[in-house]
């Protein structure tokens, strides 16, 4: 099944996705999330409603109270993702990450197996051109949100255009990281710092 994959500055952008894939684009099980928490915003969003459920390794998987609509970083985990169960994972070179779906489970088997190459090599896996999913998991890295769905080939002309409401031009992303002097996703760097994720967000109008 071909993946299509958006990148949101927004969580919430990325979020309010999900719901609409979720009620006019296809199965629940398809449609996966991955947002930068360096910040701690999910943390500082719904800790109090957070019910651990059980660990795999050091990967905590949550889920928090569908009535949760607190303002976070990206406004809070709503009922797009609060219908499903939300991951918490430390990805190399990106640093903490909220997740849900597949795409998040992919990376919780990883960091429970000991398994290198992180989202970039989750992403390749599924289908994603090598040139764009470093953008996707630079962005990742800088504080955004992807949305990954799987469809059948005769579904995605329905499922793109819901996809790409709000969702950034990677190619005009790409142009901008490249002229400061960026050339491709590296997971031995060290992940961006909060004060780093904000400013990031703040210089794209989040």
């Known amino acids: 099944m071909p993946t ?3 990148f949101y500055d927004d969580y919430a952008d990325g979020n309010r996705v999900i719901l609409s894939l979720d009620i006019e684009g296809g199965p629940v099980s398809d449609a996966s999330l991955v947002s930068n928490n360096c910040d701690a915003w999910y943390i500082g969003a ?9 660990k795999h390794s050091e990967t905590t998987v949550a889920g928090p109270s569908i009535k949760d609509a607190s303002a976070g970083a990206g406004g809070g985990a709503t009922v797009g993702t609060a219908a499903r169960l939300i991951t918490m994972l430390v990805v190399p070179g990106i640093g903490p990450v909220v997740g849900v779906g597949w795409l998040a489970a992919i990376l919780g088997g990883m960091a429970a197996g000991g398994v290198t190459g992180g989202l970039l090599s989750a992403l390749t896996n599924a289908g994603i ?7 996707l998991v630079e962005g990742v890295r800088r504080g955004g949100t992807l949305v990954a769905a799987r469809a059948a080939q005769e579904d995605v002309p329905r499922i793109e255009p819901l996809m790409n409401c709000r969702a950034v031009n990677l190619e005009e992303r790409s142009e901008i990281y490249r002229k400061a002097g960026w050339l491709a996703f590296d997971p031995k760097a060290p ?6 994720v904000r400013c990031e967000r703040a210089l794209h109008g989040r």
């Not at 719904?46 to 059980?54: C, D, I």
């Not at 051109?129 to 953008?135: D, S, T």
């Not at 992940?191 to 780093?196: E, F, I, K, N, V």
């Open 4 to 6: 299509v994959c958006r």
């Open 46 to 54: 719904v800790a109090s409603n957070l019910v651990p459920l059980r």
């Open 129 to 135: 051109n090598e040139e764009g999913a470093h953008v």
């Open 191 to 196: 992940p961006y710092t909060a004060d780093q």
